[in-house]
């Protein structure tokens, strides 16, 4: 397909390269002829202009064989367009840097929510991965008991692959000293379910403990030595066998490690095998291990049938566990949605005060806009009077305000860059995901249409406005021009009234959000944190056992 | 100038010179100001073209691919560009051709019907 185009324009190059030369020559020979036949030198060469029609005509058709007319046209606008930017310098930069950063805040807020709401998670089979929680009735705490997550993997049909985890702070000894590390313990099922397909060595096989290294973790303390595979490090005081390591871009997106956990979120220094230990006979003193779970789905089976099988093995294990545990109920929803979790609603909501940022933006560009097409009424009158038409017109201010807005949304683009960067290094744990963020063809595609719909917006007021000028009055009346017509004063004040509005939407709007704010952070959660504590000490009801240290939740 | 001053001149159809040209060639390479000269010549000066208008056809040709040029050095030693006719613009010809036949036929019958 683009041989073909490139053919075509070798072609046209080759044929339209000469064609001054060929119509010269074809005059000179008519010209001849006609001194042949006993006319004059200038009698001839009139002649042979008068039989050949108009050389201009000729060429322009020609031209157009091979160039569409509007292409030319449009070369033409933007020749102009570029014209006028230089021309009026500070005019032109104000449009711009207003038009960069509406669109730059849009586009950074945008590239937020795709990476947050819009992208899959990166792992295989990411729409069927579901978070499974038994919270106790009141409570919020989202985690799953070693009973419950054993009879889930031996018994469900629903899933295919059940893992349990658990995000901690270990103490990893690298050789010389001993490093504080964050760790994710998880058992068998989570390898395949995460993706983790270690670049050197392999995963801990089932039933045996093993670490399995990040590549940052690896490059930064066994300074990139493989040696280090199949040698036993101390973790927590006890060797264990490191087993492989990840590749550079592995990455886990998991939910927030719980408060009371103590952990911070962020990257995961290494992953360890952890082995479920059976719980024992029910009775006062079981022990059980506390997991965050997920799992994935079989193909095509809804959370709805996932949800009332997984009930049903629970409620059994519930009757042999009985009188220790309080009353539990079963929670599953899909991964993706529990890591977003609350911040979905945040970001749209902060979606649509940009945009309204941006439509001042737009208002005011408008408004600019408009007020010099008063000072061009001269010049449009002049180009109307030979022979430029409405629509001719319309696109050439249209071409215009594209320009405007292309140079602005590509300044957008890195203002975006910019803005995301900071926002990254700043906050990174201000919303789940966030330093997933890049500006992605998605990202750039938006962009690209904002600026568009930008150019438009703004571009259309005052090229109709223009529209309306009357060529006979501005011509003849040399005075009026600088006045700005009656139509073009009313549609500025609307657009002065359609900015007020928006800003008072906003100011309301972010006033809001503050009051909503203070609420949230002048009474955090409705409970204290310490009562929190205690209360996940009576979930466990049965006593922790402490020797099943690294899994249990250690006080 | 000549006769063909006093006679009636007839404008073109659209699309006319296209085939003219294509005919004018088939009797071999020509530059331009040769190309229209026979055109003219062989219809007695009855058609009447503006010469310039004989570069858009010859480049919408080249498009089309039914005609070629070359550069070449004319009788009188000046450089020119020769057009020839392609392959295919000898197959087109012949289409247009028996087309024109039948359209003027058919035109033919319907002005001067048998009675």
Known sequence: MSGVLLDLIRMKRKALDDLDADIRDHLER???????????????????????????????????????????????????????????????????????????????????????????????????????????????????????????????????????????GERIDVGDEVVQARVVAATDGFWDLAGARP?????????????????????????????????????????????????????????????????????????????????????????????????????????????????????????AFGAQFRPRRLRIVLLADKIVGGARRSLI???????????????????????????RQREVAIRTAVGAGRSRMLRQFLVESLMLAAIG??????????????????????????????MDARVLAFAAAVSVATAIVCGL???????????????????????????????RKTLVAAELALSVVLLVGAGLMLRSFWRITENPAGFCARACVNDADAVLGAAVSRKHEPDCVRR | MSTGEVRERIKLLQGTLDLLVLRTLLLGPAHGHAIMKAIERSSDDVLKVEQGSLYPALHRLIKRGLIGFDHGTSDNNRRAKYYRLTPKGRKQLAVETSKWDKLASAIARVLRPVT
């Open chain 1, 30 to 168: 008519e010209m001849a002829d006609n001194i042949d036949r006993g006319m004059t030198p200038d009698d001839a060469r009139a002649a042979a202009l008068k039989r050949f029609g108009s050389i201009a005509l000729a060429k322009e058709d020609t031209r157009a064989v091979w160039i569409p007319v509007w292409f030319d046209q449009l070369m033409q606008d933007v020749r102009y367009g570029l014209r006028m930017i230089r021309r009026t310098p500070a005019f032109s930069a104000v449009v711009m840097l207003t038009l960069a950063l509406g669109i730059g805040l849009t586009t950074a807020v945008f590239s937020v929510v795709n990476a947050v709401l819009v992208r899959p998670l990166s792992y295989p089979n990411a729409d069927r991965l579901v978070w499974i929680a038994t919270p106790e009735e009141r409570s919020n705490e989202e985690l799953v008991m070693s009973p419950d997550l054993m009879a889930w993997r031996d018994q469900a049909q629903s899933l295919d692959r059940l893992a349990g985890f658990f995000i901690g």
């Open chain 1, 199 to 319: 670049a050197l060595g392999t995963v801990p096989r089932p039933g045996e403990q093993g670490i399995v290294l990040s590549h940052a973790f690896f490059e930064r303390w066994f300074r990139g030595d493989p040696g280090v595979l199949g040698h036993a490090v101390p973790l927590n005081g006890r060797p264990t066998a490191v087993t492989g390591v990840l590749p550079p871009g592995f990455r886990v997106q998991l939910p927030p490690p719980p408060a009371w956990s103590g952990v911070q979120s962020g990257e995961v220094d290494f992953y360890r095998a952890s082995i479920i230990q059976p719980p024992g006979p029910p009775g006062p003193a079981t022990a059980v291990q506390l997991f965050e779970v997920i799992g994935r789905l079989k193909p095509g089976l809804s959370l709805a049938r996932a949800h009332d099988e997984l009930d049903a093995i629970r409620a059994n294990t519930e009757k």
């Open chain 1, 349 to 375: 909501v902060l979606l649509a005060a940009v945009v309204l940022v941006l439509l001042i933006a737009c208002a005011n560009v408008a408004n600019l806009l408009l007020a010099r097409g008063s000072t």
């Open chain 1, 409 to 438: 949304g590509t300044a957008g683009v890195l203002v975006a860059r910019l803005a995301l960067a900071g926002l990254v290094r700043v906050l990174p744990e201000a919303v789940p995901r966030l330093v997933e963020t890049t």
């Open chain 1, 461 to 491: 007021a005052p090229a109709f406005t223009v529209r309306k000028t009357s060529v006979h009055d501005v011509l003849k009346d040399g005075a009026r021009m600088a006045s700005a017509s009656a139509g073009s004063l009313r549609a």
